[in-house]
């Protein structure tokens, strides 16, 4: 392992997006996609990433076992747990990769994908990617236009889930939609002004929930491809949530009706 020369340490490699944590590295090394660098903390961390650093170096990585500050420096905030790899930017999955899933899936395990429509800030994207994630989504699919880029501050904000949960993008996202429903999928949408409350809609057969921008909520054509609409009770002061905020309730009330690790 090389060390710093510097007392400033070594240089974030250029052109690269930092993936910060164990389970985001793991994550992404378990789809074959190898960093060009991996910065280790010195001491027991690198006990700890036995088995991931002799993975990355059968691989030809760039490893680099560094002190404890140059990590926190280059994480800014991020948990960094010892490990950051240094890779290409992520890129979207093909749409049509999509319609190939779902027609491999069992009724046994129905699908539950996550449909943004407008989210263009790239905190919410990651946030939402996060609570995909966190309730087993098995993709997110998103609009050519108005979405954000699978930039670094997503991966940073989304932490492992970016590299864990496939990200469509459909050309026309009210045609990806009824494509969707030809394939046996029930598409709900959420609107402040649906009368039907969440909690009466059925998660637990194969879904696609859409999500509209803040604000705006979804556009016409968007509202028009879904089955249905369910808004989230509100009895409070205020009249909506955040946009990631709201993705996680409507994401693990499935979770609750398919009944916990199911979805």
């Not at 997110?140 to 889930?161: E, Q, S, Y």
Request: proline content about 5%; glycine content about 10%.
């Amino acid at each position: 392992m090389s060390k710093p020369t510097h007392r400033h340490g070594p240089r974030a490699p250029g052109g690269l997006d930092a993936v910060h944590g164990v389970h985001a590295v793991r994550a992404l090394m378990a789809r074959g996609e190898m960093p060009r660098e991996l910065w280790v903390q010195e001491g027991d961390a690198s006990g700890r990433l036995a088995e991931l650093l002799t993975q990355a170096r059968e691989a030809g990585v760039r490893v680099q076992t560094l002190p404890r500050e140059l990590l926190d420096q280059q994480a800014q905030g991020a948990v960094h747990q010892g490990v950051v790899a240094f890779c290409p930017p992520l890129a979207f999955e093909a749409e049509n990769a999509l319609w190939h899933r779902l027609q491999g899936w069992s009724a046994a395990t129905p699908p539950l994908l996550l449909v943004l429509d407008g989210i263009t800030d790239v905190h919410n994207f990651g946030a939402c990617l996060r609570s995909a994630d966190a309730a087993g989504a098995h993709g997110v699919v998103v609009p050519k236009d108005r979405a954000a880029p699978l930039n670094a501050t997503v991966r940073k904000v989304a932490c492992g889930a970016a590299e864990s949960v496939p990200v469509y993008r459909a050309t026309n996202l009210a045609r990806a939609m009824a494509r969707m429903k030809e394939l046996g999928v029930w598409v709900t949408g959420t609107a402040g002004e649906a009368e039907a409350s969440l909690f009466e809609a059925d998660f637990s057969v194969a879904t696609a929930l859409v999500m509209g921008a803040e604000g705006k909520g979804m556009r016409r054509l968007t509202r028009e491809a879904c089955d249905g609409l369910v808004k989230l009770p509100m009895v409070g002061q205020v009249s909506s949530l955040n946009v990631s905020v709201a993705t996680g309730i409507c994401l693990f009330e499935a979770v609750r009706q398919r009944g916990a690790g199911h979805a």
